[in-house]
């Protein structure tokens, strides 16, 4: 009889990984038969597939989308990036609020004359907060509850856009309702904060719930609860509520209700049109009042 130990290959007759010539591959692909080193190889639903046989199948396979358009992967292992991310710059730049005495503060915060001179200042105070934990805390925490149900729904791209639309629409409203520039204080009081962004992400809520047939009761006592925060607690900016809220509302409804076969231009007309909005708005007010 053979035995069947010497029917089997030694190191030196068994086939070598393609990708690693170094390393010896005792398996084979199932897809493409080309030898498989431990470091290549993916279980699959029927054996083991090479890595480039797994990306091939990956960039093939359709694209899954939400009911808005966004890609069903918009999120890494079921983690809202955008959110984290935006969570993580505030939390750095509060840091950095700190460690230089306010230097960091002052050279990125709003206020409605700052603004017509430094425009950049009308994005970069929504990822300010004042010293205060309170603050950060609560708005992190608000960012963090709607981000990881929003960020799925629409999308990587689609949600940071509502972000960074909703920061700006914050600072245009308290430009837009700052009053007389020559005898209202709140156009040299400077404002920092995430609020606007946040209260975007509300005002996002109540199209998108509405989108899914959803009941809005929840969203509503939540916009009632924290709206009426800023006319009852002091130094808080009703203005950036508002401003932000309205602007993440309109921003959401345009996603939540574009047609299935234009929600690839409405995706791209959205950012171009609300910039150019806020943009015209902030103009707007400054020239009234012979800024510009």
């Not at 199209?207 to 959803?214: D, E, S």
């Not at 309205?246 to 409804?253: C, D, F, K, Q, R």
């Not at 007309?269 to 009042?289: C, F, K, M, N, T």
Request: proline share 7%; charged share 15%; net charge positive.
């Amino acid at each position: 009889m053979n035995d069947p130990a010497a029917e089997e290959p030694t190191e030196a007759e068994a086939p070598v990984c393609p990708r690693h010539p170094d390393r010896v591959a005792y398996v084979r692909c199932q897809r493409c038969g080309r030898p498989a080193c431990p470091e290549c190889q993916r279980p699959a639903a029927v054996g083991i597939q090479c890595v480039d046989c797994v990306r091939e199948a990956k960039r093939a396979a359709p694209r899954i989308r939400t009911v808005f358009g966004g890609t069903a992967t918009a999120t890494a292992n079921g983690r809202p990036v955008v959110t984290l991310t935006i969570i993580g710059i505030c939390v750095v730049s509060w840091v950095l609020q700190l460690v230089t005495g306010g230097a960091w503060t002052h050279a990125l915060w709003f206020w409605p004359w700052g603004g017509a001179v430094e425009p950049w200042r009308f994005l970069t105070a929504s990822f300010l907060h004042s010293t205060s934990p309170l603050h950060i805390l609560f708005n992190m925490y608000a960012l963090w509850i709607t981000g990881q149900f929003l960020e799925p729904l629409l999308g990587r791209v689609r949600f940071a856009v509502l972000c960074l639309l909703s920061a700006v629409g914050g600072s245009v409203g308290v430009l837009l309702l700052a009053g007389d520039p020559f005898t209202s204080d709140a156009w040299v009081t400077p404002v920092v904060g995430a609020s606007g962004m946040v209260f975007g992400l509300f005002g996002a809520m109540l199209p998108v719930m509405r989108r899914l047939g959803r009941s809005m009761g929840q969203v509503l006592v939540l916009l009632a609860i924290n709206g009426a925060i800023g006319f009852w607690v002091p130094n808080i900016s009703w203005q950036a509520h508002l401003g932000g809220l309205v602007t993440g509302a309109l921003v959401a409804t345009a996603y939540a209700y574009a047609p299935k076969e234009r929600r690839e231009l409405v995706a791209w007309l959205v950012p171009v049109a609300g910039i150019a909005v806020l943009i015209g708005l902030a103009v707007w007010r400054y020239s009234s009042v012979g800024v510009l």
